[in-house]
């Protein structure tokens, strides 16, 4: 059960994701690495699940609060393109590098990644990140103002059972047919496990749940990876096509693909166990 202390914990878990976010944002103005680009949308998707909660405890605040959301979530897409050709230069090498001629693909695909780094890198050191730094003050005197532990403790079982049941929504339309199913329940479950996260903060009977979460996630996040690289391979230019193995390549990535999305299908309903509803 909460304490006075959690709340101090849970505010001060806010102010270390903004100090993370800060660095984080820092460095990519000067060089996007994976690393950096990476840290700052994993901090940005965890201080939207701490808006979601302060939203329950504060629905005064909710319409500013949902403007601060859609600030971060702004803010996060500008590093969706870095992220994903990062992903998609990672995995080739890792995976396909060994069985196909990808050489002519990834110079192809370095070129391009300098250029949208550099939009990024642009982007970035023209934003105001001032903004972002009153959005984290108002959270903090949000979580601090907080004065009923059992309010606390309410809000935070309420907002992860309603964050669980839209993704058991999302899970019944899985459709082995239809990709786009697969990254709307990548994205809920996202969404459940950094609420979930918030929660062990304070009760770490949690654990065991977040690392069978995580188990689970690794399919749905090559899935996406494999989903991206596939599009972007099939979608570059026939004479560059020429210039690798793009058959070979095309027939690892749907081979890879069907082995994991039928496995997902398969264990599905292993999600059931990661939570039981509270409220």
Not at 51 to 56: A, G, K, M, P, T
Not at 114 to 141: G, H, P, T, V
Not at 215 to 229: A, C, K, P, S
Request: with cysteine; aromatic share 8%; proline share 2%.
């Amino acid at each position: 059960m909460p304490t006075p202390d959690n709340i101090e914990f849970i505010t001060r878990y806010t102010e270390d994701l903004f100090d993370a976010l800060t660095e984080n944002f820092n460095k990519c103005k000067d060089e996007a690495n994976i690393t950096s680009v990476h840290d700052c949308r994993v901090s940005l998707r965890r201080l939207m699940a701490l808006i979601d909660v302060l939203s329950c405890l504060h629905p005064d605040e909710k319409k500013t609060l949902a403007t601060s959301k859609k600030a971060l979530k702004k803010l996060q897409k500008r590093f969706s393109p870095v992220r994903d050709i990062h992903v998609s230069e990672k995995y080739i090498i890792d995976n396909i590098a060994s069985l196909c001629d990808s050489k002519s693909y990834l110079e192809w695909l370095a070129s391009e990644a300098d250029i949208i780094e550099e939009k990024l890198i642009n982007d970035l050191n023209q934003a105001k990140f001032s903004k972002y730094s009153l959005i984290r003050d108002k959270m903090i005197r949000l979580f601090l103002g907080i004065t009923s532990e059992a309010a606390l403790t309410k809000t935070l079982y309420a907002t992860l059972d309603d964050v669980f049941l839209e993704a058991i929504e999302r899970l019944e339309k899985l459709d082995l047919n239809n990709i786009e199913t697969f990254h709307s329940v990548r994205i809920s479950l996202k969404r459940f496990r950094y609420t979930l996260e918030i929660v062990n903060l304070i009760d770490s009977a949690y654990k065991s749940s977040l690392d069978d979460l995580k188990r689970l996630q690794d399919y749905l996040g090559e899935i996406q990876d494999l989903t991206v690289l596939k599009n972007a391979l099939m979608n570059c230019s026939p004479a560059l096509k020429h210039e690798f193995e793009y058959d070979c390549m095309l027939g690892i990535m749907n081979e890879r693909l069907s082995f994991l999305t039928n496995r997902f299908y398969t264990q599905r309903y292993e999600v059931l166990k990661l939570w039981e509803i509270k409220i």
